[in-house]
């Protein structure tokens, strides 16, 4: 309760706050100081990779804000269906930098500044720069989390606008996306499970150094290291507060894995059954068949997201819509059309796997998906065979 107040009475004070008025014009260069704020993670599925903003200080004017590129409203109609299709909308903030580390320390995270080695010119051009963007027809912004979020923002106001190149350190290894996301929420088994489910083949590719510095505290380390104009680009490095250690709470009390395992349990149930009574059971059919088509229609509309990294995801081979459209000929009329069908389109979801890399739990309902698959076809056929000879007799 006091958290969602808190939320309430930010959200209201960033309403009403005049951004225009934010940022005094620079007269006194020496005075203003601009600097990188790198958050720790917090314990929501959007916060479990940090959080980056400005810092803008004048100490002669006494201006000191925090700029931030986070902004969001999950109240936004369709708001989960349009993050997944890249159809979100996020808005830069402004606030005083007191408040902005009281939300911080209130949430239990870390703030770490560092202070950036420029000239006049510079915190003149980035002066000017927030003024623009400040600007209400500028504030919102198009969302992609790999390519375009609150962190690459940040980066992109400072860096964009310096009198000089900033050369980072070569990267130690090559990294993918999704190898960067699972050093991030390892400890979060089904957040992710989920982010697994929805990244496809493109989160598997080797990524630039300038990709990497989606994920907050990579961005952080660049900047320690980089160089601008023969100097460090960092001046001075400030914990502003110390993160406070949380115990992460179980949620769900199955892993993804435990889910999985539970259904291959269920499999082996009755395909033992059908095996030895050479039967089979329309009503597990029809549950296999419904649950993959409703999966897979949500597949079928991620081909069509903005996002790169989601829109090509093997995983539809596994569940896919075209279950939906065999169902009544399937169950009802005993056509085996649609097993063939599943089979080699599993088959081709394991070759998928070469290119893109699918987590274990679903790889094992998978290849239980395919084994029902077979031994179905294998049933039908001898069940087939039993009538012919049965029609024969006659």
Not at 5 to 28: E, K, N, Q
Not at 92 to 115: S, W
Not at 165 to 193: C, G, I
Request: proline letters at 5%.
């Amino acid at each position: 309760m006091k958290k969602g107040l808190f939320y309430i009475v930010l959200l209201f004070f960033l309403s009403v706050f005049d951004a225009t008025a934010g940022v005094r014009p620079v007269v006194y260069a020496d005075s203003v100081q601009v600097s990188l704020l790198t958050c720790s993670p917090g314990e929501e599925v959007w916060a479990q990779y940090g959080h980056t903003a400005i810092r803008y200080l004048d100490r002669k004017s006494g201006e000191d804000i925090a700029v931030n590129y986070g902004i969001f409203s999950q109240d936004q109609p369709y708001f989960i269906p349009r993050f997944i299709l890249g159809l979100t909308d996020y808005r830069m903030g402004v606030e005083p930098m007191d408040m902005f580390l009281a939300q911080y320390r209130y949430e239990g995270r870390g703030v770490i500044e560092q202070v950036l080695n420029l000239s006049a010119e510079d915190k003149q051009a980035i002066h000017s720069a927030l003024l623009e963007n400040m600007k209400p027809e500028n504030v919102v912004y198009r969302y992609n989390f790999f390519y375009d979020n609150c962190t690459t923002r940040a980066r992109d106001m400072l860096v964009n606008h310096l009198h000089g190149k900033v050369t980072y350190p070569v990267a130690d290894k090559p990294e993918t996306f999704r190898s960067m996301l699972h050093r991030w929420n390892h400890d979060y088994e089904w957040s992710q499970f989920g982010e697994d489910l929805l990244l496809g083949v493109n989160a598997d590719r080797k990524t630039t150094k300038a990709e990497q510095q989606f994920l907050p505290d990579n961005l952080r380390c660049d900047f320690e290291k980089a160089t601008y104009n023969g100097r460090p680009l960092v001046a001075e490095t400030h914990t502003l507060l110390p993160p406070q250690k949380k115990d992460i709470e179980s949620g769900f009390p199955l892993s993804p894995l435990s889910v999985s395992l539970l259904f291959v349990l269920l499999c082996v149930v009755m395909m033992t059954f059908s095996n030895l009574k050479r039967q089979l059971y329309w009503g597990w059919d029809a549950f296999l068949m419904l649950v993959s088509g409703l999966l897979g229609m949500i597949y079928f509309i991620m081909l069509f997201s903005q996002h790169p990294c989601v829109s090509l995801n093997v995983i539809i081979f596994f569940f896919n819509p075209l279950p939906l459209f065999f169902l009544y000929s399937t169950v009802k009329k005993k056509r085996d059309t649609w097993w063939k069908i599943w089979s080699i389109l599993i088959v081709l979801g394991f070759a998928g796997c070469l290119f893109q890399r699918v987590s274990v739990p679903v790889l094992i309902v998978a290849l239980f998906l395919l084994l029902h698959c077979i031994l179905h076809l294998r049933i039908s056929r001898s069940l087939k065979r039993v009538a012919q000879r049965e029609k024969a007799h006659e």
